[in-house]
């Protein structure tokens, strides 16, 4: 069983950032996709991030490209999403995900089989 736990979330004001991380039990960490996802209050859950296994590519949203970047860890078994030049509309909360098999950009909710608790991340203008 793979369990994720996510963690870096809070307060903070527009243009602020903020680093969430995610760590992943487990010993196979390095065959697993991993991606981020966020929720915001009356929405649906909606794509952020991905990142292969191997780290050598990444993948974002429209509306998070050039400001928020996903990295790995192997060595660590973590997954790493620094966000940068926030706004009131980044509020969510935001959820690490990964999935034992390679999904290229994949942004589909459904591609991933494990998902953390999520963690709060609120914006204020």
């Known amino acids: 069983q793979v369990q994720l736990v996510e963690s870096g979330g809070g307060l903070v004001q527009a243009g602020g950032s903020l680093r969430l991380s995610c760590a992943v039990s487990?010993?196979?960490?390095?065959?697993?996709?991993m991606g981020w996802f966020r929720q915001a209050p009356g929405k649906e859950r909606e794509y952020v991030a991905t990142?292969?296994?191997?780290?050598?590519?990444?993948f974002y949203a429209d509306s998070v490209k050039g400001r928020f970047t996903i990295s790995r860890d192997n060595n660590n078994n973590t997954v790493y999403l620094q966000m940068n030049d926030l706004k009131p509309e980044d509020t969510a909360v935001y959820y690490c995900?990964?999935?034992?098999?390679?999904?290229?950009?994949?942004?589909?909710?459904?591609?991933?089989?494990?998902w953390g608790q999520g963690t709060q991340v609120t914006v204020s203008s």
């Open positions: 995900a990964a999935a034992p098999r390679p999904l290229g950009g994949s942004a589909s909710v459904r591609d991933y089989e494990y």
């Open positions: 487990g010993r196979t960490f390095s065959r697993y996709t």
């Open positions: 990142i292969p296994r191997s780290g050598d590519t990444t």
